[in-house]
Nanobody, 124 residues
Framework: QVQLVESGGGLVQAGGSLRLSCACSGGTFSVYHMGWFRRAPGKERELVAAITWTDGKPYYVDSVKGRFTISRDNDKNTVYLQMNSLKPEDTAVYYC?????????????????WGQGTQVTVST
């Protein structure tokens, strides 16, 4: 069964950095794209960054452009989010998302998979 395992969240002071990782495991699958969403208290979930798997084209929400960098390791089926110059408003639970198509024939189309979430807290 496909699983997304996240790591790297924590508490950091404003201006600091954190690096999130998300690894896909559990069988053989084709990866279409992966990304990171976040949900802050009292706010809607938002897409923070995403990356296409074949050509590595990134997307960023405007609020993190120039501060966050998304990257991937195709061999490890892992996506990373390097977060620099963190601000208190970046505080949220960050969720890894992957669009995968398992090669065991269990699905007829790619499917959304989600990690368990990792807390990022930025203090003033």
């Amino acid at each position: 069964q496909v699983q997304l395992v996240e790591s790297g969240g924590g508490l950091v002071q404003a201006g600091g950095s954190l690096r999130l990782s998300c690894a896909c495991s559990g069988g053989t699958f084709s990866v279409y794209h992966m990304g990171w969403f976040r949900r802050a208290p009292g706010k809607e979930r938002e897409l923070v960054a995403a990356i296409t798997w074949t050509d590595g084209k990134p997307y960023y929400v405007d609020s993190v452009k120039g501060r966050f960098t998304i990257s991937r390791d195709n061999d490890k089926n892992t996506v990373y989010l390097q977060m620099n110059s963190l601000k208190p408003e970046d505080t949220a639970v960050y969720y890894c998302n992957a669009v995968l198509w398992p090669e065991d024939g269990s699905l007829n189309a790619p499917w959304d998979y989600w990690g368990q979430g990792t807390q990022v807290t930025v203090s003033t």
